[in-house]
């Protein structure tokens, strides 16, 4: 495929010239970026070798139209369903921009503020495959973001449960959840008090306090199958793992993308790397 199709099959509303290459290409490029950890120019020169060994005339975006594509690509997670409700387990956590390093602020004391990004995950724990990823500010909440996670899994994809720790403990996160007709699993905060009947969401946590208040907090989380929260903490351990504990890019846009690109790769990997386990005994 030439110049040409590619610029025809890529052609955009938008005023100016039609883009050259297509999101689906940028995306993997900049997948590859994560999977071998290449800066930009590595990359368009790794890009550039595959391109000689396979498709001579296929063009191939320099590094300057990778970082420019970046900062407004609209990153189409890979992942697969298992056609059964989803049970969502969310959570964050957050990767370094810049900033004095460990051993270095130990010795020798800071000389610039520290600056990190929040990263909330929404993965389905029956399958491992990350819904929705979405990149913040530090200073935002778990809770505030609820919305924005849910509103990028259609909507008529059915959702069974949907799990966080106590920081969703909130009305306005009970109300989506309802809305989305899902089942919460959210431990009530400590010392809360029973909610209203016209609340959304209040029946099942005035019924989870009531029961804590019986037995103990312990006993609700066995009981309520809440420990599968933890699947997203050892999410969390493996996006760092992999993919790195800070962000490569500089701007808001670039960073976003790289979350999301990141969240895709570890969707890829857990479905050729997770193992299918079926029960016999």
């Known amino acids: 495929m030439g110049r040409r199709e590619l610029a025809r099959a890529a052609q955009s509303p938008k005023r100016g010239h039609p883009l050259v290459y297509t999101d689906a290409l940028i995306q993997g490029l900049l997948s590859l970026k994560q999977v071998f950890h290449l800066p930009l120019r590595a990359l368009q020169g790794f890009a550039q070798s595959l391109r000689t060994l396979a498709f001579p005339t296929l063009p191939v975006p320099n590094y300057t139209t990778l970082s420019r594509r970046a900062q407004n690509l609209n990153v189409v997670l890979p992942a697969s369903r298992s056609g059964e409700p989803l049970h969502l387990v969310i959570d964050s956590t957050g990767l370094k921009l810049y900033g004095e390093g460990e051993w270095k602020v130990r010795k020798h004391g800071w000389s610039k ?3 990190w990004r929040k990263v909330h995950l929404a993965m389905d724990a029956n399958t491992g495959q990350i819904c929705a990823a979405l990149m913040t500010h530090q200073d935002v909440g778990d809770g505030e973001v609820l919305a924005d996670l849910l509103d990028q899994i259609p909507v008529d994809t059915p959702i069974d449960t949907i799990g966080g720790d106590g920081a969703y403990d909130s009305k306005p996160c009970h109300a989506e959840i309802a809305a989305r007709g899902a ?9 809360a008090k029973p909610w209203s009947e016209s609340t959304p969401g209040a029946a099942w946590r005035n019924e989870a306090i009531d029961v804590i208040e019986k037995s103990s907090r312990r006993d609700w989380k066995a009981a309520s199958g809440y420990h599968r929260r933890s699947l997203a903490e050892t999410l969390m351990y493996r996006l760092k793992t992999l ?5 490569w890019a500089r701007e808001i846009g670039s960073q976003a993308t790289e979350v999301a690109i990141r969240a895709g790769v570890l969707n ?4 050729l ?4 386990s079926v029960r016999i005994a």
């Open 183 to 191: 089942q919460p699993s959210i431990p009530p905060r400590d010392g």
């Open 273 to 276: 790397a997770r193992p299918q």
């Open 113 to 115: 503020r520290r600056t």
């Open 243 to 247: 993919t790195g504990h800070s962000l």
């Open 268 to 271: 890829r990997m857990v479905a």
